[in-house]
């Protein structure tokens, strides 16, 4: 089991390599590739090969080796780069909805 779960991840990972190196060169991954990917996660969890953790590692590996940045840290990057530049001029407290109380 424990060679059948280092030959999974090492495919995994190169998986993911190419599925990412593509969509950083055409900005979005292909339906069918991130189709064939959630299968691919699917089936060794329900088979057991691997668990969340194990693919949340070889993943964060892959995104560091195309993007430089785990997968968390690209999605907050592109959260922030999706505000404008007037939402960003507000102060904070404003944008988060807080109040100030002032005596």
């Not at 995994?12 to 691919?40: C, N, Q, R």
């Not at 690209?74 to 505000?83: G, M, P, Y």
Request: net charge positive.
């Amino acid at each position: 089991m424990e060679k059948t779960k280092k030959q999974y991840l090492h495919n995994f990972h190169s998986l993911l390599v190419e599925a990412y190196s593509s969509m950083k060169k055409t900005g979005k991954m292909p339906d069918k590739t991130k189709g064939y990917i959630e299968g691919y996660m699917f089936s060794a969890i329900k088979l057991k090969i691997v668990n969340y953790n194990e693919l949340q590692e070889v993943i964060d590996k892959a995104n560091i080796a195309v993007f430089g940045k785990k997968l968390k840290d690209r999605v907050d990057l592109s959260k922030l780069r999706a505000q404008s530049e007037d939402e960003l001029d507000r102060p904070a407290f404003i944008r988060h909805g807080k109040h100030l109380k002032i005596d």
